[in-house]
Protein backbone atom coordinates (compact mmCIF):
# COMPACT_ATOMS: atom_id res chain seq x y z
CA UNK A 1 0.00 0.00 0.00
CA UNK A 2 1.16 3.76 -0.03
CA UNK A 3 3.34 5.23 2.32
CA UNK A 4 3.78 8.69 3.93
CA UNK A 5 6.85 9.17 6.06
CA UNK A 6 7.70 12.07 8.51
CA UNK A 7 10.97 13.05 9.61
CA UNK A 8 11.82 13.40 12.11
CA UNK A 9 10.01 11.49 14.44
CA UNK A 10 10.44 13.25 17.18
CA UNK A 11 12.03 16.74 18.02
CA UNK A 12 13.10 18.62 21.46
CA UNK A 13 13.66 22.40 20.43
CA UNK A 14 14.57 25.21 22.68
CA UNK A 15 11.88 28.36 22.93
CA UNK A 16 12.13 30.79 20.02
CA UNK A 17 13.86 28.38 17.61
CA UNK A 18 12.17 27.30 14.30
CA UNK A 19 11.61 23.23 13.33
CA UNK A 20 11.13 21.87 10.32
CA UNK A 21 8.98 18.52 9.46
CA UNK A 22 9.42 16.58 6.14
CA UNK A 23 6.06 14.33 4.74
CA UNK A 24 6.88 12.53 1.50
CA UNK A 25 4.87 10.28 -0.13
CA UNK A 26 7.19 7.39 -1.02
CA UNK A 27 5.56 5.21 -3.74
CA UNK A 28 2.72 7.81 -4.98
CA UNK A 29 2.18 11.46 -6.12
CA UNK A 30 0.53 13.65 -3.77
CA UNK A 31 -0.94 16.50 -5.03
CA UNK A 32 -2.50 17.22 -2.05
CA UNK A 33 -1.05 16.91 1.31
CA UNK A 34 -2.35 18.14 4.62
CA UNK A 35 -0.96 18.84 8.21
CA UNK A 36 -3.00 18.18 11.41
CA UNK A 37 -2.34 18.54 15.05
CA UNK A 38 -3.48 16.50 17.42
CA UNK A 39 -3.07 17.38 21.49
CA UNK A 40 -2.86 14.31 24.06
CA UNK A 41 -6.51 12.25 24.11
CA UNK A 42 -7.73 14.43 21.41
CA UNK A 43 -8.84 14.48 17.66
CA UNK A 44 -6.80 15.88 14.67
CA UNK A 45 -7.13 19.32 14.23
CA UNK A 46 -6.64 19.68 10.43
CA UNK A 47 -4.43 22.56 9.94
CA UNK A 48 -3.61 23.23 6.52
CA UNK A 49 -4.13 21.70 3.36
CA UNK A 50 -1.01 22.36 0.78
CA UNK A 51 -1.51 21.29 -3.10
CA UNK A 52 2.19 21.01 -5.32
CA UNK A 53 3.18 24.57 -6.17
CA UNK A 54 0.74 26.39 -4.54
CA UNK A 55 0.13 27.96 -1.46
CA UNK A 56 -1.15 26.24 1.56
CA UNK A 57 -5.14 27.02 2.82
CA UNK A 58 -4.99 27.34 6.43
CA UNK A 59 -8.33 26.78 8.22
CA UNK A 60 -9.23 29.21 10.48
CA UNK A 61 -7.51 30.15 14.33
CA UNK A 62 -4.39 28.87 12.49
CA UNK A 63 -1.28 31.62 11.86
CA UNK A 64 0.37 31.09 8.77
CA UNK A 65 3.56 32.78 9.05
CA UNK A 66 3.68 31.06 12.27
CA UNK A 67 3.35 27.38 10.54
CA UNK A 68 5.12 28.19 7.19
CA UNK A 69 4.17 25.32 4.60
CA UNK A 70 5.87 24.39 1.36
CA UNK A 71 4.69 22.18 -0.95
CA UNK A 72 7.49 21.88 -3.31
CA UNK A 73 6.83 18.36 -5.38
CA UNK A 74 3.93 15.66 -5.97
CA UNK A 75 6.25 13.70 -2.87
CA UNK A 76 7.25 16.68 -0.27
CA UNK A 77 5.61 18.96 1.98
CA UNK A 78 7.54 20.44 4.66
CA UNK A 79 5.90 22.23 7.87
CA UNK A 80 7.93 24.89 9.70
CA UNK A 81 7.26 26.02 12.86
CA UNK A 82 8.72 28.97 13.48
CA UNK A 83 9.72 30.74 16.65
CA UNK A 84 8.73 28.06 17.98
CA UNK A 85 6.84 28.09 21.56
CA UNK A 86 5.92 25.83 24.79
CA UNK A 87 2.70 26.02 23.58
CA UNK A 88 3.49 24.76 20.40
CA UNK A 89 4.41 21.07 21.35
CA UNK A 90 2.27 18.71 19.78
CA UNK A 91 1.68 15.95 17.68
CA UNK A 92 1.93 16.99 14.32
CA UNK A 93 0.34 14.74 11.53
CA UNK A 94 0.85 15.08 7.84
CA UNK A 95 -1.68 12.90 5.12
CA UNK A 96 -1.07 12.85 1.62
CA UNK A 97 -4.00 12.14 -1.06
CA UNK A 98 -3.17 10.51 -4.30
CA UNK A 99 -3.70 11.81 -7.99
CA UNK A 100 -6.12 9.47 -8.89
CA UNK A 101 -8.12 7.92 -5.93
CA UNK A 102 -10.39 10.70 -4.52
CA UNK A 103 -11.19 11.19 -0.96
CA UNK A 104 -10.75 7.65 0.43
CA UNK A 105 -7.46 7.63 -0.75
CA UNK A 106 -5.30 9.45 2.00
CA UNK A 107 -2.66 8.25 3.96
CA UNK A 108 -1.20 8.97 6.52
CA UNK A 109 2.28 9.44 7.80
CA UNK A 110 3.51 8.48 11.57
CA UNK A 111 3.27 11.64 12.90
CA UNK A 112 6.01 13.97 14.25
CA UNK A 113 6.60 14.81 18.38
CA UNK A 114 7.76 18.00 19.28
CA UNK A 115 8.39 19.14 22.41
CA UNK A 116 9.46 22.94 22.90
CA UNK A 117 11.45 23.47 26.52
CA UNK B 1 -19.97 23.83 11.10
CA UNK B 2 -19.66 19.76 10.80
CA UNK B 3 -19.24 17.22 14.03
CA UNK B 4 -18.53 13.96 14.68
CA UNK B 5 -19.12 12.50 18.20
CA UNK B 6 -17.59 8.71 19.64
CA UNK B 7 -17.33 7.90 22.95
CA UNK B 8 -14.62 7.94 24.55
CA UNK B 9 -13.85 4.68 26.04
CA UNK B 10 -14.39 1.15 25.13
CA UNK B 11 -13.74 -2.17 27.04
CA UNK B 12 -13.72 -5.55 25.77
CA UNK B 13 -13.07 -9.06 26.91
CA UNK B 14 -10.63 -10.63 24.49
CA UNK B 15 -12.45 -12.46 22.12
CA UNK B 16 -16.02 -10.37 22.42
CA UNK B 17 -17.57 -8.45 19.85
CA UNK B 18 -16.52 -4.84 20.13
CA UNK B 19 -19.16 -1.93 18.62
CA UNK B 20 -17.74 1.71 18.51
CA UNK B 21 -20.19 4.45 18.04
CA UNK B 22 -20.64 7.83 16.14
CA UNK B 23 -22.76 10.28 14.98
CA UNK B 24 -22.57 12.90 12.41
CA UNK B 25 -24.21 15.92 11.26
CA UNK B 26 -23.31 17.01 7.83
CA UNK B 27 -25.65 15.28 5.49
CA UNK B 28 -24.02 15.61 2.67
CA UNK B 29 -21.35 12.87 3.54
CA UNK B 30 -20.27 10.83 0.72
CA UNK B 31 -17.80 8.74 2.44
CA UNK B 32 -17.54 7.63 6.03
CA UNK B 33 -14.29 6.32 7.50
CA UNK B 34 -12.98 4.32 10.37
CA UNK B 35 -9.21 4.81 11.16
CA UNK B 36 -6.85 2.86 13.84
CA UNK B 37 -4.44 4.62 15.81
CA UNK B 38 -1.97 2.86 17.50
CA UNK B 39 0.26 4.27 20.51
CA UNK B 40 2.51 7.11 19.10
CA UNK B 41 1.83 6.21 15.69
CA UNK B 42 -0.26 7.34 12.88
CA UNK B 43 -3.94 6.61 11.75
CA UNK B 44 -4.18 3.25 9.58
CA UNK B 45 -7.11 3.66 7.55
CA UNK B 46 -9.38 0.30 8.45
CA UNK B 47 -12.22 0.73 5.94
CA UNK B 48 -14.59 2.92 4.85
CA UNK B 49 -18.67 3.03 3.63
CA UNK B 50 -20.23 5.25 1.15
CA UNK B 51 -23.45 7.20 1.72
CA UNK B 52 -25.40 4.97 -0.62
CA UNK B 53 -24.95 1.71 1.60
CA UNK B 54 -26.34 0.18 4.76
CA UNK B 55 -23.54 -2.07 5.69
CA UNK B 56 -19.90 -3.41 4.77
CA UNK B 57 -17.96 -6.25 6.40
CA UNK B 58 -14.38 -6.98 5.62
CA UNK B 59 -13.05 -9.86 7.10
CA UNK B 60 -13.67 -8.88 11.16
CA UNK B 61 -15.24 -5.61 10.70
CA UNK B 62 -18.38 -4.37 9.78
CA UNK B 63 -19.49 -0.85 9.39
CA UNK B 64 -22.94 -0.14 9.57
CA UNK B 65 -24.76 3.24 8.05
CA UNK B 66 -27.87 4.55 9.62
CA UNK B 67 -28.16 7.97 7.08
CA UNK B 68 -31.55 8.91 8.44
CA UNK B 69 -30.06 9.25 11.96
CA UNK B 70 -26.94 10.40 10.75
CA UNK B 71 -25.44 7.17 13.10
CA UNK B 72 -21.99 4.84 12.06
CA UNK B 73 -20.95 2.05 14.00
CA UNK B 74 -18.09 -0.24 13.71
CA UNK B 75 -18.03 -4.14 15.05
CA UNK B 76 -14.96 -5.90 15.28
CA UNK B 77 -15.41 -9.55 15.70
CA UNK B 78 -13.16 -12.02 18.05
CA UNK B 79 -11.65 -8.65 19.71
CA UNK B 80 -8.05 -9.24 20.03
CA UNK B 81 -5.33 -7.81 22.34
CA UNK B 82 -3.72 -6.50 19.34
CA UNK B 83 -6.91 -4.27 18.48
CA UNK B 84 -6.64 -2.33 21.38
CA UNK B 85 -6.14 1.50 20.16
CA UNK B 86 -8.16 4.60 19.06
CA UNK B 87 -10.53 4.37 16.96
CA UNK B 88 -11.62 7.56 15.05
CA UNK B 89 -14.67 7.90 12.57
CA UNK B 90 -14.40 10.64 10.20
CA UNK B 91 -16.30 12.23 7.23
CA UNK B 92 -15.57 13.92 4.22
CA UNK B 93 -16.86 17.34 4.19
CA UNK B 94 -16.14 20.55 2.19
CA UNK B 95 -14.38 23.20 3.86
CA UNK B 96 -13.92 27.29 3.42
CA UNK B 97 -12.09 25.64 0.85
CA UNK B 98 -13.19 23.55 -2.79
CA UNK B 99 -11.89 20.13 -1.75
CA UNK B 100 -13.47 17.58 0.51
CA UNK B 101 -11.72 17.02 3.97
CA UNK B 102 -11.70 14.82 6.88
CA UNK B 103 -13.43 15.72 9.77
CA UNK B 104 -12.55 13.55 12.57
CA UNK B 105 -14.47 12.54 15.90
CA UNK B 106 -12.33 12.82 18.75
CA UNK B 107 -11.80 8.89 19.04
CA UNK B 108 -12.57 6.10 21.01
CA UNK B 109 -9.88 3.94 23.12
CA UNK B 110 -10.73 0.77 22.68
CA UNK B 111 -8.92 -1.31 25.83
CA UNK B 112 -9.11 -5.60 25.18
CA UNK B 113 -8.88 -7.26 28.57
CA UNK B 114 -7.05 -10.94 28.65
Known amino acids: GAVVSQHPSWVICKSGTSVKIECRSL??????MFWYRQFPKQSLMLMAT?????????EQGVEKDKFLINHASLTLSTLTVTSAHPEDSSFYIC?????????????FGPGTRLLVL | GEDVEQSLFLSVREGDSSVINCTYTDSSSTYLYWYKQEPGAGLQLLTY?????DMKQDQRLTVLLNKKDKHLSLRIADTQTGDSAIYFCAEASVSSGSARQLTFGSGTQLTVLP
Open chain 1, 50 to 58: SNEGSKATY
Open chain 1, 27 to 32: DFQATT
Open chain 2, 49 to 53: IFSNM
Open chain 1, 95 to 107: SARTTTGGWKTQY
